[in-house]
């Protein structure tokens, strides 16, 4: 089973998330989980659309449980996208491998 987990974040000069450097070192301005990629991305957008965030990024995860807990969580893939609009209006979509 295959999620998409988004954050919208407010800073203009992030980059992609790594395992140590995560959009969690900044407040998301919004955030969301779902099944369907399309609906993350239209998410993403609206919230980019509003001027409340400069970047979306976009994270395929999977159902997991904590070691230590045995919580559910949302493990990461390695596999998301990061959106920003574009000088013209739109929004610009990179694939990333973290």
């Known amino acids: 089973m295959i999620f998409y987990s988004w954050v919208a974040v407010s ?5 992609p998330p790594t395992q140590t ?3 969690e070192n900044e ?13 993350a991305i ?11 965030a400069a970047m ?3 994270e ?3 159902p997991g449980m904590a070691a230590r807990t045995l919580a559910p969580c949302y493990v ?7 959106g920003r609009r574009t000088p013209g209006g739109d929004v ?6 973290a």
């Open 11 to 15: 800073g203009s000069n992030r980059t």
């Open 21 to 23: 450097d995560s959009a």
């Open 27 to 39: 407040p998301p301005v919004a955030m969301g989980i779902t099944d369907d990629r399309a609906r």
């Open 42 to 52: 239209r998410a993403g957008e609206e919230t980019l659309g509003s001027g409340r």
């Open 56 to 58: 979306v990024i976009i």
């Open 60 to 62: 395929i995860v999977r």
């Open 76 to 82: 990461r893939t390695g596999v998301g996208w990061l």
């Open 92 to 97: 610009a979509w990179d694939r990333f491998f």
